[in-house]
């Protein structure tokens, strides 16, 4: 294990155990950076451009104004807020306590977030005034009586507000609303954080059930994060020390990354790509407006000289592909030579998808990263040019394929069998030790997270995703996997997304469905999509019922609405 100074003490990595793989709070790194490059530009946004020295002072005066509303180490703070330069500073001051941020969904509205804000036990909530319905909404229902029939009020937490300025007829801020800036008077001074064993609460949405919360340990998550921070170059390449981590992100030598995230900071992956930014002493982006517009992605790319950005897989690309065809028609193309790599995590980006985006750019590297919120990264595809199609997904160091028994799988096997991780972990999924101990599985001396992922060994390291063991379908007898469905839906041009899961059948016990996005205008039909699944996989995995939409409406952590997909199904007969 590694210590805030870069020393070496002895100490295990494994997962459901106290001891983190690095002994430092990602603070103390961005200090260290902050006091050493202290003019760099660390946030770059209109109106809200940071460099390094005012984003930790600005993050020491907010910690010291969270300490002030009780919020101490082990505490929440729920982030219920669109990227902006607030987001990163409530983090760093949360981190500065020992504090746990926890990522609440923008979209939700006022039941799903007092739900969340109740499970995470937020001692405050950080909010935009374009919110403020949703927000006051969720204290109400906090503040009520519960529905025992009692009048046992819960407590709700302190809010923080932030003027965005988005919605100017939004209201008067809800009652006890503190001004974010009126917070920021005096420094953080306290204790130190506890390095590597202070949290950060990662809450997956779900598609249904109860938001739950993976718990990573800073030293932990680090680990986890070093191919994305320092990319997988020669043996040695990765450092072994914090001492080491900062002479990266101070040498004058070595260009600074400029990194806009388009996918949302409530998402882990531009979460992590975004704290990764600040540990290289780079630059993050914030768009002017946090609705998605293609437009507006690429000119902050052309005028701001991007080097860097985050996706969410086709359902940016496609969009970002057609704005890129329509300015370079009309004989106005946009500039985005600047751009050297972009990254996409947890959502689908079809070779087809890369192709297309390929055409606009020159040597820029897509990094599909696959990983879970419970852990890895398990396999990476790198593609820069077309020759690189179709992509290679390839295990990454530490991922394994059990079969059926917890045993791991030879690579060149050609087996099918369930994604595991062995490397740096959770903790576990918070208050459910079922649920973890399912998905956190030891076998022998060696523990492995595995959510589920089944996939194909093809040899030489590499493997094709398959779909998700609690998703599989299993129709008259036969498994189906829904990502090789998914896939072969996505070949067509017209589709956009698609997804793929079992509807009850009385001959078969389960129908392979599926509810597929297309473009505007598209005249492709089911029967169509149907017979372009038949000719590339068995006659079996083609879906029987198939419905189209113009959108799946997907969540910006990128899931799909379960509960709606299979309403939709059933509402088609």
């Known amino acids: 294990m590694k210590d805030a100074t870069g020393s070496r003490t002895d100490g295990g990595t494994e997962a459901l155990a106290a001891e983190p793989a690095w002994d430092v709070n990602w603070s103390q790194l961005w200090d260290r950076v902050a006091a050493a490059r202290p003019d760099a530009i660390a946030i770059e946004s209109p109106g809200a451009t940071r460099d390094y020295a005012e984003l930790e002072d600005r993050a020491s005066r907010l910690a010291r104004a969270f300490a002030d509303l009780g919020v101490g180490a ?339 096997s050609g087996a099918t069998g369930v994604l595991a991780y062995a490397g740096p972990k959770p903790l576990g999924y918070r208050d459910a030790p079922e649920q973890t101990a399912r998905t956190y599985r030891r076998v022998g001396d060696r523990l492995y997270v595995a959510p589920g992922d089944y996939v194909r060994l093809l040899g030489g390291g590499r493997v094709e995703f398959l779909g998700r063991s609690s998703a599989t379908v299993n129709t008259g007898g036969e498994k189906v996997y829904p990502a090789e469905v998914e896939d072969a839906l996505r070949r067509h041009p017209d589709v956009t997304d698609a997804v793929v899961f079992g509807v009850a059948d009385r001959r078969w016990g389960q129908a392979v469905a599926a509810v597929v996005a297309v473009r505007p205008g598209s005249t492709a039909t089911a029967e169509e999509l149907t017979g372009l699944v038949g000719d590339r996989l068995a006659g079996y995995k083609k879906p029987r019922r198939l419905v189209l939409v113009d959108s799946l409406e997907r969540t910006p952590s990128g899931k799909a609405d379960m509960r709606r997909m299979q309403a939709l199904v059933e509402s088609a007969g």
């Not at 302190?158 to 100017?168: H, K, N, R, T, Y």
């Not at 101070?250 to 790509?273: Q, V, W, Y």
């Not at 592909?321 to 050297?340: I, N, T």
């Open 74 to 412: 082990g505490d929440t703070v729920g982030l219920f807020l669109y990227n902006r330069a607030e987001y990163l500073e409530a983090i760093y001051a949360a981190f500065k306590l020992g504090a746990i941020p926890v990522n609440m969904n923008f979209r939700y509205r006022a039941q799903e977030l007092a739900e969340l804000v109740s499970i995470s036990r937020s001692r405050v909530l950080v909010a935009p005034s374009s919110l403020r319905t949703e927000v006051a909404g969720a204290l109400e229902l906090l503040r009520a009586a519960t529905g025992d029939g009692e009048a046992r009020p819960e407590t709700a937490p302190a809010l923080v507000e932030i003027d965005d300025g988005l919605a100017p007829d939004a209201g008067a801020a809800p009652e006890g609303a503190l001004a974010y800036e009126s917070l920021l008077r005096e420094r953080y001074d306290g204790p130190d954080v506890r390095r590597g064993a202070d949290q950060i609460h990662l809450f997956t949405g779900g598609t249904t059930g109860t938001p739950k919360a993976v718990i990573w340990q800073h030293g932990d998550l680090l680990d986890a994060q070093l191919v994305s921070l320092y990319g997988t170059g020669p043996a040695g390449a990765l450092p072994d020390s914090v001492d080491a981590m900062v002479a990266i992100a101070t040498d004058p030598d070595r260009p600074a990354p400029k990194m806009l995230p388009i996918a949302p900071l409530m998402h882990s992956s531009a979460m992590f790509n975004s704290m990764n930014t600040l540990t290289l002493g780079g630059t993050v982006v914030f768009l002017d407006n946090p609705r998605f517009d293609p437009a507006q992605v690429l000119r902050t790319i052309q005028d701001r000289r991007v080097t860097r950005t985050v996706i969410a897989g086709n359902a940016v690309s496609a969009p970002l592909v057609d704005e890129l065809r329509r300015a370079a028609a009309g004989g106005e193309p946009y500039d985005v030579s600047s751009l050297d790599l972009i990254v996409s995590s947890g959502m689908a980006w079809t070779d087809e998808s890369k192709a297309e985006l390929l055409e606009h750019l020159s040597g820029a590297l897509l990094f599909d990263i696959f990983g879970a919120t419970e852990g890895g990264p398990f396999a990476y595809a790198f593609v820069r040019s077309p020759e690189d199609l179709p992509s290679r997904i390839v295990l990454a160091q530490g991922a394994v394929v059990l079969d059926e028994d917890g045993a791991e799988l030879d690579r060149e």
